[in-house]
């Protein structure tokens, strides 16, 4: 770090305030508000007991929260805080992703699902979806690419980009024909998808 003050960055100027460099100043002041304030304070101070110096019979810690609401209510105990349940939807259980679903999704979404799901078995459906649509994995590359036909009426290779999360035309000239002894078959895939049955 840089000893002369003159060439403080902004960096080292923001560690000087908020860092421990600043908590060290603020302990050091007399003010008791702001010991308060960097060091926090006890909470048997505020009147409530150490809960976890006698442990239950069944060996649980005991818990703060039905006790104490918050500090600035006069009566703190049980009932004191808002009374409020929940709605029933939040014990409710999201209905489970069938297979069948993954035929309705954009072509971002079930690369999402493919890239973030590693060996799961919803990836392997979801690669079996995708050569549905004519994309196949190249393993060599490892990424996903297609054959199009461009506006001229050209059979173009288009691959998935994960960087831009775009298509992209492929710019390595790759030889559609030459490419197949590294392309994954859909074979493959089918047979993954038919072994996690």
């Known amino acids: 770090m840089n000893k002369n003050p003159k060439n ?4 080292e100027k923001g560690m000087d305030i908020y860092g421990l460099r600043g908590l060290l100043k603020l302990i050091r002041v007399n003010n008791e508000d702001m010991n308060t304030f ?32 918050t500090p600035w209510a006069d009566n703190v105990g049980p009932g004191s805080g808002p009374d409020y349940t929940l709605p029933m939807c939040y014990y409710m259980q ?7 679903h993954l035929s309705k999704f954009k072509l ?6 493919f890239y973030n799901m590693p060996r799961d078995a919803l ?18 590359l490892k990424t996903w690419i297609t054959e199009e036909t461009s ?21 390595r ?24 049955r």
């Open 8 to 11: 403080h960055t902004a960096e």
């Open 38 to 69: 960097a060091l926090g304070c006890d909470l048997t101070k505020l009147g409530l007991s150490n809960l976890n110096s006698e442990p239950d019979t069944g060996r649980r810690r005991k818990v703060l929260y039905p006790f104490f609401s």
């Open 94 to 100: 999201p209905p489970a992703l069938k297979t069948s």
């Open 108 to 113: 971002e979404t079930l690369f999402y699902i």
């Open 123 to 140: 990836q392997v459906y979801t690669a079996k979806e995708l050569y549905n649509r004519n994309w196949v994995y190249h393993k060599l």
């Open 151 to 171: 506006a001229e009426g050209v059979k173009v290779i288009v691959y998935f980009d994960v960087v831009s999360w775009s298509r992209r035309l492929d710019g």
């Open 173 to 196: 000239n790759l030889d559609w024909s030459q490419e197949q002894a590294n392309i994954m078959s859909r074979e493959e895939i089918f047979n993954i998808c038919d072994q996690r």
